[in-house]
């Protein structure tokens, strides 16, 4: 009898006994999957960026300040999206609203002689406005959120066109008619001596606060409560519709705040800027470990996701890689990331 | 076989060699052992009744049986012959049928297509031939004796319904043993009764039917032979007319008295009080049961239980009083603590110091992303944050509270829930609720898969907070348990409240007038 068990234990034991031994490992592999692949990326960047007269250029202030621009705008709406995100839903009009709201930004000072505090407020607050009216369409009238920012997309792009005549406003800064107030032009300024864009510390701040939000308050445990169990939610006096609809118009508030900084960064308006930012800002958030299904996600890890994906992009393009393999790099990224994920969840489940 | 309490078994339907038998069955996962030792066996043209609590081992034998598990020891012979099969298709090519409780049907395909899903018919090697498709289908259905039209889409079946096609389904020509797991639990009264026709006319047939069920009083209805498992060992196998009160103790492993607390005085102010209650819904639904005409009375400090069918409306009454029902009319009047209230979202329930725990945890309660300690403060964050922020050390106080009152078994508040066992996942949920401070406390199901010691911790928590003056309605397919539970027992049928008896009637006959057996030959008897 005793011979038997210990024989059950030592050879016969199921593979699962073996493999949870290894599974701490897996587990902070997949919890910072996002950190772990920027520190990959930026590693990488060091490895492989081309050097000049003995200068590595991919650690240039300049070309580290262009990843941070470039990033911060896709970053600032990959935040938003992932409270969307969390709570079960998906947005699809981020990008076409930030188009719309630098048209609109850009025709409020130029065409109307706005200021630049009453031109920005009002772009957010209608930013924040349209993503309540899609929540609100999706959740009262029960539209799968897929299909609502698809129609939003549309909505907001031909609003943009219309609004911009279908051409480029060049925002030129000064006083009088026809001029953006120059106060504008801080947007596209370095601060800390010409070194940290003012976009970034921005995306820093929205990224700090959201992180906050999302964790720290009762708000943030809904979504998470929503997007995990809606039934379970409602059932536990969770107003679940309330949350949703909040959701979108925080990620409608953040690709307007993008909208804006992409006017101020370029001292221009395109009514097609920020075409397909929606995909890279979803890939951010899943790259970031946040579960496309919902109930779980960080900010940081959409921060990370977004940092790896526009490092990535720069030092495909410092290497002079053609553009169309660096899609081909950030679709294989996005499945790993989904499948290390799936590992995690299945180990979960267990 | 060692071990006490061992009854001889009985001589039954004509001492037929088994079609399968299972001996020195182990199993253990991990460091659990969830096997240990079992013998069970199938005559040809049996029903065999398979009992034991949760974690008893239930699962896992019929896991090993169907297929689904092929790393165990022991010897399991299928008429004779030596088997180990590799996966549940090899099981049922074998002749080991199995329906499992989720059905595998597709619900948007008609049921003549699930039954040949996987091998339908073609003609030209390329294009359904859906001719024969329904050609099988009937026959299939007529095997089992079902009047059910070939081309219906499954959704449109009732559950009952579902249930045969999905037994047709697994009755391959070659099935020798039936597989049943929990058929009924989701099932009518009527629709259990057709079920049980049909398991009949199978045991005619010469099948081997395996009916694993959590009701006793099924059992007793069906089966010819029971096994009574427990931790993993079989305590007993006993012939199929065994009673529930008889079963139970073998199930529990101790006398049914002894798992309920003593009961405390009731108060004399009413806690809920409904008169002439009842809800129509706006868009009216056939398996939602509308409480009608229904009133009645909770005290605060009593616990009163809502007996009743499956079907009879337990849940739908509950779901109205807290708020949680589908969009629908209120009729008649709900008072809380003497004020008329209306009530008509759970939040405002909430309000008026309503917790309702529901009857299915998985699906509308346990939030899986989320750990224990988040789980367990989802209701009550208004009373944890101030200004809109989670304030951690209320929280964590909350949660220590609610850990220690109920004696909840987990590795850290921060661990999975889903990581918890049924019966702590089950006393989260119950502190969920709490931890809103209720004045009323409705129960739907609250030990459905829940193991026996947590059943006794939930009773006697329960309980000690009626002592304190909580008001409770519980509501439980297992009369037994409402039995020793509760100060005052309600029976619904119907939706409508038929009786209002004291604990200790006699079972037979609250389950009469319930409408179980036969109708009930005594007018309904109020008592105080």
Redesign the interface.
């Known amino acids: 009898m005793t011979t038997e068990t210990t024989q ?1 234990v030592a050879d ?3 593979p ?2 073996r493999l ?1 031994r290894r599974l701490p490992a897996l587990d902070i592999l997949v919890r910072f999957q996002s950190l772990l692949g920027l520190v990959l990326v930026l590693v990488g960047g060091l490895v492989f960026s081309p050097r000049r007269h003995g200068t590595v250029l991919f650690l240039t202030v300049d070309n580290l300040a262009n990843i941070v621009r470039a990033v911060s705008e896709t970053g600032i709406i990959a935040v938003g999206m992932t409270f969307v995100i969390i709570a079960g839903g998906i947005d699809l009009s981020v990008g076409a609203v930030l188009g719309l709201s630098g048209v609109t930004v850009a025709t409020l000072m130029v065409t109307h002689g706005w200021g630049t505090v009453a031109a920005i407020v009002v772009v957010l607050i209608a930013g924040l406005l349209f993503g309540l009216v899609q929540g609100a369409v999706s959740t009262v009238m029960r539209i799968q959120a897929f299909v609502v920012t698809l129609a939003g997309l549309q909505v907001a792009s031909g609003l943009a066109r219309m609004v911009s005549g279908d051409k480029f406003i060049n925002i030129n800064y000064g006083h009088g008619h026809g001029l953006a107030p120059p106060s504008f032009a801080v947007l596209g300024d370095r601060l800390f001596g010409n070194v940290i864009p003012v976009s970034a510390v921005v995306f820093v701040l929205v990224g700090a606060v959201a992180s906050v939000a999302l964790n ?4 943030g ?2 979504v ?2 929503v ?3 809606e ?9 679940v519709r309330r949350v949703k609809i909040i959701t979108f118009g925080l990620c409608g508030l953040a690709a307007a705040l993008s909208g804006v900084l992409d006017a101020g960064q370029l001292s221009f308006a395109n009514p097609n800027s920020g075409t397909g930012y929606e995909l890279t800002a979803i890939a951010s958030v899943v790259i970031g470990g946040t ?1 496309l299904f ?3 996600g960080t900010v940081v890890g959409t921060i990370a996701g977004a940092l790896l994906l526009g490092t990535l992009n720069n030092i495909l393009q410092l290497n002079n890689v053609n553009a169309d393999l660096q899609l081909i790099v950030t679709g294989l990224i996005i499945v790993a990331a989904a499948v290390l994920q799936n590992v995690a969840a299945r180990r ?2 267990t | 076989m060692t071990g006490g309490g061992l009854a001889p078994e009985t001589d039954h339907p004509a001492d037929r060699r088994p079609v399968l038998e299972m001996t020195g069955i ?1 199993k ?4 659990v052992h969830a096997l240990r030792g079992i013998d069970f066996s199938v005559r040809p043209g049996e029903i065999h009744a398979l009992l034991g609590e949760n974690g008893a081992g239930k699962s896992t034998l019929m896991n090993i049986m169907c297929g689904a598990l092929s ?1 165990y ?1 022991g010897q399991m012979r299928l008429e004779g012959q030596v088997v180990r099969f590799s996966s549940p298709h090899a099981a049922q090519k074998a002749g080991v049928a199995t329906v499992f409780q989720e059905l595998d049907l597709v619900p948007g395909l008609p049921v003549a297509d699930n039954l040949s899903l996987g091998r339908e018919p073609t003609r030209r090697l390329l294009f359904l031939d859906g001719r024969r498709m329904r050609r099988t289908a009937e026959r299939a259905l007529a095997v089992v004796g079902a009047s059910i039209p070939a081309r219906t889409t499954v959704s449109a079946l009732r559950l009952g319904e579902q249930q045969i096609v999905a037994i047709a389904k697994a009755l391959t020509a070659e099935a020798r043993i039936l597989i049943l797991d929990e058929p009924t639990a989701a099932l009518s009264a009527h629709e259990v009764e057709l079920l049980f026709d049909l398991m009949r006319g199978l045991r005619e047939s010469g099948v081997g039917i395996v009916f694993i069920s959590h009701r006793l009083d099924e059992v007793a209805k069906v089966a010819d032979r029971v096994t009574v498992m427990r931790d993993g060992r079989v305590v007993a196998v006993l012939p199929g007319s065994t009673t529930p009160e008889d079963l139970v103790p073998l199930l529990t492993g101790r006398p049914a008295r002894d798992m309920f607390p003593a009961r405390t005085t009731v108060r004399d102010r009413v806690c809920l009080r409904t008169t002439d209650f009842g809800y129509r819904l706006r868009r009216p639904s056939a398996s939602w049961r509308e409480p009608t005409g229904v009133s009645l009375t909770v005290r605060e400090g009593e616990i009163v239980g809502l007996v009743g069918l499956l079907g009879s409306g337990r849940t739908e009454l509950l779901q109205a009083i807290c708020g ?1 029902a589908p969009p629908g009319r209120t009729l008649g009047t709900v008072e809380i603590n003497g004020r008329t209230v209306r009530l008509n979202s ?2 405002s329930g ?1 309000r008026q110091g309503i917790g ?1 725990v ?1 009857d299915d945890r998985r ?8 750990d224990v300690a ?1 789980n367990l ?3 009550s ?2 009373r944890l ?1 101030t200004a ?3 304030r951690r050390g209320r929280q964590r106080e909350a949660v220590r509270w609610a850990f220690e009152a109920f004696g909840i078994k987990a590795s850290t508040p921060a661990a ?1 829930i ?1 990581s918890l066992s049924g019966g702590n996942q089950q006393k989260v949920l119950i502190g ?1 609720a709490l931890l ?1 401070e209720p004045h009323l406390l409705l129960l739907d199901e609250p030990t459905r898969g829940v193991d026996v010691a947590a059943k006794a911790d939930i009773y006697r928590l329960v309980r000690s907070l009626a002592a304190q003056g909580l008001a409770v309605l519980v509501a439980s397919s297992e009369l037994p348990e409402l039995a020793g539970w509760c100060d005052r027992l309600v029976v619904l049928r119907d939706g409508r409240v038929v009786v209002d008896v004291a604990p200790d009637t006699d079972p037979a006959l609250v389950l009469a007038s319930a409408g179980s057996a036969t109708p009930p030959d005594t007018s309904p008897q109020e008592r105080p």
Do not use: K
């Not at chain 1, 720290?216 to 708000?219: H, K, N, V």
């Not at chain 2, 253990?28 to 460091?31: A, E, I, K, P, R």
């Open positions: 059950t016969l034991a199921p699962s006994v949870r720290g308050t009762r708000f445990q809904h998470f409560a997007g995990g169990n039934r379970a939610a409602r059932l536990s006096g969770i107003n579960s919902g109930g779980e979960r489940a | 182990r253990s996962f991990g460091g790393d020891h949680a759970i939040i909430q309702f529901p699906r509308d309660g346990l939030v899986p992303t989320r988040q403060a989802l209701s964050l208004s944050s809109g922020f989670v999975p889903l969920r809103r």
